[in-house]
């Protein structure tokens, strides 16, 4: 059996200032789910280890999460699993929030064998807010990928141990509260933002909606890209951001669910800067050379930055050269599978330029129609993603 691992670990908030602070308690809160009404589809396998009548056979979340913050050390504040006093009329909870799972199975096809590569993806969020107005103060993401081959579609049963894995223990090398734990030292809930970023809009061009429609459903998939891209800008910038979530959650109130109750978190009322992404265009190049052939996935999307006094950046951005690879000629190759992986390589491409100095080189080939782009990525960078908004 082959493995391959692979940690996406984001983070989103603000970075310390210094540990004046650090003697100030943060209540834990428990694992929270950001939506219970529709779980199931959701995050099926999840969802089943929040312990919420005392008859836990799958698991419980709760304690799965619980022993990797506990008795530890974190930088910018002290982390306290006490009970909150009546007393106390005001504070700060963390609670780490599952926001989403998915299993996506390409199948890869080489000289009659068919092998089917399974991506297990948790999106994860650690989220600081007020315990009396549930006002949101930082987020943290986290977006735990893992790979498996199988030579047949994985079990009901496989899949539930695979989350169950990668939510409770380490035995697959990877934890979602390990990984959340070890980001929370660079956040400093202490320090309120005055302006916040949001990727509130994610476009599908028809080609694109063709090929994704075969597999996912579009709406859910778009929302998993933008949660991915705000994860990849953040890595890069430290910029404070919204959590990018569902397009009837974008502004507003966020009922949320744990073990014993409910909790409303208040979301800020408008971003200061809104990003729209285009996913404008699919579109597959092949060249047969036998024994091999050259094939290519290309990608097209456009990026928007706008605030609330107009338009910041307006770019297209493609994948073409970098896109190819060269495959045994009788090897079929699952387009659902190789597009999305295009898609998210171009997107962190697009990111770093927003973290340190602009690469010439692959605006060059992302972006050839605008000679103009290395000074708007700058002047974006300049005003958007910025430390201490």
């Given at each position: 059996?082959?493995?391959?691992?692979?940690?996406?670990?984001?983070?989103?908030?603000?970075?310390?200032?210094?540990?004046?602070?650090?003697?100030?308690?943060?209540?834990?809160?428990?694992?929270?789910?950001?939506?219970?009404?529709?779980?199931?589809?959701?995050?099926?396998?999840?969802?089943?280890?929040?312990?919420?009548?005392?008859?836990?056979?799958?698991?419980?979340?709760?304690?799965?999460?619980?022993?990797?913050?506990?008795?530890?050390?974190?930088?910018?504040?002290?982390?306290?699993?006490?009970?909150?006093?009546?007393?106390e009329i005001e504070g700060i909870i963390m609670a780490p929030m599952i926001v989403r799972e998915t299993i996506d199975i390409g199948e890869d096809i080489t000289e009659g064998k068919t092998s089917f590569i399974h991506t297990y993806r948790i999106f994860a969020n650690?989220?600081?807010?007020?315990?009396?107005?549930?006002?949101?103060?930082?987020?943290?993401?986290?977006?735990?990928?893992?790979?498996?081959?199988?030579?047949?579609?994985?079990?009901?049963?496989?899949?539930?141990?695979?989350?169950?894995?990668?939510?409770?223990?380490?035995?697959?090398?990877?934890?979602?509260?390990?990984?959340?734990?070890?980001?929370?030292?660079?956040?400093?809930?202490?320090?309120?933002?005055?302006?916040?970023?949001?990727?509130?809009?994610?476009?599908?061009?028809?080609?694109?909606?063709?090929?994704?429609?075969?597999?996912?459903?579009?709406?859910?998939?778009?929302?998993?890209?933008?949660?991915?891209?705000?994860?990849?800008?953040?890595?890069?910038?430290?910029?404070?951001?919204?959590?990018?979530?569902?397009?009837?959650?974008?502004?507003?109130?966020?009922?949320?669910?744990?073990?014993?109750?409910?909790?409303?978190?208040?979301?800020?009322?408008?971003?200061?800067?809104?990003?729209?992404?285009?996913?404008?265009?699919?579109?597959?190049?092949?060249?047969?050379?036998?024994?091999?052939?050259?094939?290519?996935?290309?990608?097209?999307?456009?990026?928007?930055?706008?605030?609330?006094?107009?338009?910041?950046?307006?770019?297209?951005?493609?994948?073409?050269?970098?896109?190819?690879?060269?495959?045994?000629?009788?090897?079929?190759?699952?387009?659902?599978?190789?597009?999305?992986?295009?898609?998210?390589?171009?997107?962190?491409?697009?990111?770093?330029?927003?973290?340190?100095?602009?690469?010439?080189?692959?605006?060059?080939?992302?972006?050839?129609?605008?000679?103009?782009?290395?000074?708007?990525?700058?002047?974006?960078?300049?005003?958007?993603?910025?430390?201490?908004?």
């Open positions: 059996m082959n493995k391959i691992i692979l940690v996406l670990v984001f983070l989103i908030g603000l970075l310390p200032a210094g540990n004046a602070q650090a003697d100030k308690k943060v209540y834990w809160g428990g694992v929270g789910f950001v939506s219970w009404e529709d779980r199931k589809e959701r995050y099926p396998y999840s969802s089943q280890l929040l312990c919420r009548k005392g008859n836990c056979p799958s698991g419980n979340i709760d304690l799965m999460a619980r022993k990797f913050f506990e008795n530890k050390t974190f930088k910018n504040f002290k982390f306290s699993n006490e009970t909150i006093s009546s007393q650690l989220m600081f807010f007020e315990f009396g107005t549930g006002r949101f103060i930082a987020a943290q993401p986290v977006v735990i990928q893992y790979l498996d081959v199988f030579d047949h579609p994985a079990t009901k049963e496989k899949n539930s141990q695979i989350i169950s894995d990668l939510l409770g223990n380490e035995t697959r090398k990877v934890n979602v509260f390990k990984s959340l734990y070890e980001k929370s030292q660079n956040i400093n809930p202490h320090i309120f933002a005055e302006k916040f970023v949001q990727i509130t809009d994610v476009k599908l061009g028809d080609s694109v909606k063709n090929i994704i429609a075969k597999k996912f459903k579009p709406g859910p998939w778009k929302t998993q890209i933008g949660q991915i891209f705000e994860a990849n800008l953040i890595a890069q910038t430290g910029a404070p951001l919204i959590p990018s979530m569902d397009q009837e959650r974008l502004q507003g109130e966020l009922m949320t669910t744990f073990r014993d109750a409910s909790f409303k978190i208040v979301l800020p009322d408008e971003p200061a800067y809104r990003i729209s992404l285009d996913i404008n265009k699919f579109k597959l190049f092949e060249k047969l050379s036998p024994p091999s052939k050259t094939v290519c996935y290309a990608v097209s999307i456009n990026l928007k930055i706008e605030s609330l006094l107009g338009e910041i950046l307006n770019l297209p951005f493609r994948r073409t050269q970098s896109s190819c690879s060269v495959v045994a000629a009788s090897k079929i190759l699952d387009p659902t599978f190789y597009f999305p992986g295009s898609l998210l390589s171009l997107l962190n491409q697009v990111s770093k330029q927003f973290g340190a100095n602009p690469d010439k080189g692959f605006l060059k080939e992302a972006s050839p129609k605008d000679s103009k782009a290395l000074k708007k990525i700058k002047n974006a960078k300049k005003e958007v993603f910025k430390i201490g908004l």
